[in-house]
């Protein structure tokens, strides 16, 4: 098995706890589901937030969805520069898996309102 990366992105409604743990749960099921992976092929998750999201640690949503397998897993969060007209409350994440597929095969994911910084890979 080789290390690959996965890109992916989504917004968030509003800067409230549950919608951080909807929004992340929902962009780390995506990518596994378009991907074919299991929780247990992740290697290493890093997220970024935009500097307008306060409520709670991407990381922490993320650790919600299945605390045993990626209570293990490293993951990181960092806050995106503060680029005037960037897209506001969003989160970014990039994904280290164990796969056998190439990099040219990972599916990369981009929902909610993120769809608009790639919608030439956004799915």
Do not use: W
Not at 2 to 20: C, F, H, N, P, Q
Not at 88 to 106: G, K, P
């Amino acid at each position: 098995m080789t290390v690959r990366a996965i890109r992916g992105a989504t917004t968030l409604t509003s800067d409230k706890i549950d919608e951080m743990g909807t929004a992340v749960v929902e962009l780390l099921e995506s990518i596994l589901s378009a991907n074919s992976l299991d929780l247990a092929e992740i290697v290493s998750i890093i997220f970024t937030s935009t500097p307008d999201i306060h409520s709670q640690f991407p990381a922490t949503a993320a650790r919600a969805l299945k605390p045993e397998i990626l209570g293990n897993v490293p993951l990181l969060c960092a806050q995106e520069m503060d680029v005037p007209g960037a897209l506001a409350l969003t989160i970014r994440t990039l994904v280290h898996v164990n796969t056998e597929l190439t990099q040219a095969e990972m599916k990369h994911q981009y929902l909610r309102g993120a769809v608009v910084l790639r919608p030439d890979i956004a799915r």
